[in-house]
């Protein structure tokens, strides 16, 4: 039984391989065939100019703290989670 399981999660992760393999080489191809996508000259002029003391653009710049803030304080890291066994229930 045990050995059935593995052979379902091997063939499961090689369907899953196979898939991320098609979904990057249509990837290529339409870049290779349509080339990068045109952007706006005006896409960023929405960004924040104003300078917050001696930092350019200090609303976007200061908001990265709040985002670095709830990194630090986040979840596991993926190393010291805990490892699942394939044999164990």
């Known amino acids: ?13 090689l369907q899953t391989w196979g898939l991320v393999a098609i979904a990057v080489g249509l990837y290529a191809l339409l870049r290779f065939v349509f080339g990068p ?6 896409y960023h002029r929405f960004a924040d ?9 200090g609303a976007d710049v200061l908001s ?3 985002i670095l803030a709830a990194a630090s ?4 890291s993926r190393s010291s989670a805990p490892r699942a066994s394939c044999g164990g229930r």
């Open 1 to 13: 039984m045990d050995g059935e399981r593995t052979q379902r999660l091997r063939r499961a992760r």
């Open 73 to 76: 304080r986040g979840g596991p």
């Open 37 to 42: 996508v045109a952007q706006d000259p005006s």
């Open 64 to 66: 990265n703290l709040a």
């Open 49 to 57: 100019t104003q300078a917050l003391g001696p930092i350019p653009r």
